[in-house]
């Protein structure tokens, strides 16, 4: 959403504010960023620390191994960053971590379609679960596996939100053939050469009928994702299963 704040915007709170851009500055999202279409705001949490050490993280209450990153500093950090110029009050809070709920194409179009996030990008064995309340923040996991700290989950999630921004596409604008727009994975592609060791491209695409095309496309993706992905193949099938007397 272009608002009259200006573009949508992702403000990241990390404390390695020179991981970003990263892989957002170039390519598609890179050239968008450039063009204007939107911004990009990283900012060092450290920034935030009071204490003559710059210190950000401390001790676990109740013992055990690693850091915890202080409720007070990172607090101080989410409330500068919307004093600054990152626009308005509310936008979307998220906190990356591994336990939060799985993101989701749904989620990516809401947060596409809003001013753009504040992220908060987690780093040692957590951070002060009171903080997570006081400011409301929104957990996302990008997966079920641990990363070393929410920075690429963070690129991750405005990667898929700004591919969607209005002029980032361009001629692909549409996506709506894409995997998961319609809750199915993506059908097989093939281009030049016709053989390729051996392996020729399906005659049907070919064979220039359009109808017999689409058809072959939608039967890839079924059993694609009947396949590979039985837990998105059985929301599809509840979908067109017509609805019974009993449903109300
Ligand atoms: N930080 C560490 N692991 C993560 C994950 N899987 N998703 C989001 N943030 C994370």
Do not use: N
Request: aromatic residues 4%; neutral net charge.
């Amino acid at each position: 959403m272009t608002s009259s704040e200006g573009p949508w915007r992702a403000t990241i709170l990390t404390l390695f504010p020179d991981m970003f851009p990263g892989p957002l500055g170039v390519s598609l999202a890179g050239k968008a960023l450039a063009s204007g279409l939107w911004a990009l705001e990283s900012r060092d949490i450290r920034a935030s620390a009071t204490d003559r050490h710059r210190s950000v993280d401390d001790t676990p209450a109740g013992g055990g191994p690693g850091m915890v990153l202080r409720a007070d500093v990172l607090a101080a950090a989410i409330d500068a960053a919307d004093a600054g110029p990152s626009g308005p009050k509310d936008r979307p809070r998220l906190l990356m971590s591994p336990r939060g709920r799985p993101l989701t194409q749904s989620r990516v179009i809401e947060l596409a379609a809003g001013p753009g996030p504040l992220i908060v990008c987690g780093r040692f064995e957590g951070i002060d679960e009171r903080v997570i309340a006081a400011r409301g923040l929104e957990e996302v996991s990008i997966g079920d596996y641990v990363l070393s700290g929410g920075e690429v989950a963070a690129m991750v999630l405005v990667d898929a939100c700004v591919r969607l921004l209005p002029g980032v596409m361009g001629r692909l604008a549409s996506g709506t053939e894409e995997s998961f727009s319609e809750g199915l994975l993506e059908y097989p592609q093939y281009t030049r050469p016709q053989e390729f060791e051996g392996r020729t491209i399906p005659e049907i695409l070919t064979s220039g009928d359009h109808a017999k095309v689409a058809a072959w496309r939608q039967a890839e993706a079924e059993a694609l994702t009947r396949a590979r992905r039985p837990d998105l193949w059985a929301i599809k099938a509840r979908q067109k299963r017509p609805k019974s007397t009993t449903d109300g």
